[in-house]
């Protein structure tokens, strides 16, 4: 557990969205990953950035699908006063007040499947690789007096080291490599090991990961790939 976040880090909408699922306990195993993870280093660590988006990402622990269901994520959003919505390939999210909301789960395989159902909490997720990370290695504090879990700085760097070079948009990737380039500063070394010797990376994304060290001039020897 960090030290608190200050109420008014986020705006009123987002800030209540968090408490809102907190209280349901969404962030026992669950993570707000994403660009607003930012202002979360920006108050802990001292990075500097300047936050330019409306997207609010998270990262949803899938449990066994026999789990029972914990709490109506959906309804709680809606009451809210957001929209819920699917895309044409059945994406669920959610929009009000200029924002969109979006679940992200863990990839499983190379499978690449349209949607993930999570009947622990009524909603449904992407399904993207590499989302473990930012779970697995993840911390907590509190906002408002209720816990909020994000991705060590270390885990977020890794992924967006990977994710970069995914991007099919130009604006994205250097947003990634931007982001990338302001918690290099912040990087634990022995707590980047841990996280990278637990995973296995194909050659494809360890070309990724040298790529964006590459554009960061971030010595690839310190990943250890």
């Given at each position: 557990?960090?030290?608190?976040l200050?109420?008014?880090?986020f705006?009123?909408r ?7 699922i907190?209280?349901?306990?969404f962030f ?9 993870v ?5 108050e ?11 997207d609010?990402d998270?990262a ?6 026999k789990?029972a ?33 979006e679940?992200i789960?863990q990839?499983?395989?190379g ?25 697995d ?17 270390e885990a977020?760097?890794l ?8 991007r099919?948009s ?11 380039s302001?918690i290099?500063n912040?990087i ?6 841990q ?9 494809a ?6 790529l ?14």
């Amino acid at each position: 557990m960090t030290k608190s976040l200050p109420d008014n880090l986020f705006p009123d909408r987002i800030r209540n969205l968090i408490c809102a699922i907190s209280k349901a306990g969404f962030f026992d195993r669950s993570a707000l990953i994403g660009s607003w993870v930012m202002p979360i280093y920006q108050e802990l660590y001292g990075i500097r950035y300047v936050l330019r988006t409306l997207d609010i990402d998270f990262a949803v622990h899938i449990a066994h699908k026999k789990i029972a269901s914990r709490a109506d994520l959906n309804q709680c959003i809606t009451d809210l006063g957001f929209v819920d919505y699917f895309t044409a390939d059945g994406m669920q999210r959610f929009t009000g007040g200029g924002y969109e909301v979006e679940f992200i789960g863990q990839r499983a395989g190379g499978r690449n499947k349209g949607f993930l159902s999570v009947p622990e909490w009524h909603i449904t997720a992407m399904p993207l690789p590499f989302i473990n990370i930012l779970t697995d290695y993840s911390t907590t504090t509190m906002i408002c007096g209720f816990s909020i879990r994000f991705p060590v700085p270390e885990a977020f760097f890794l992924h967006k080291l990977i994710t970069a070079q995914e991007r099919l948009s130009d604006a994205k990737r250097m947003k990634d490599i931007e982001q990338c380039s302001i918690i290099a500063n912040i990087i634990n070394h022995d707590q980047l090991q841990q996280i990278i010797s637990n995973q296995r990376f194909s050659k494809a994304t360890k070309k990724n990961i040298a790529l964006s060290c590459d554009a960061i001039g971030f010595p690839l020897h310190r990943i250890g790939i």
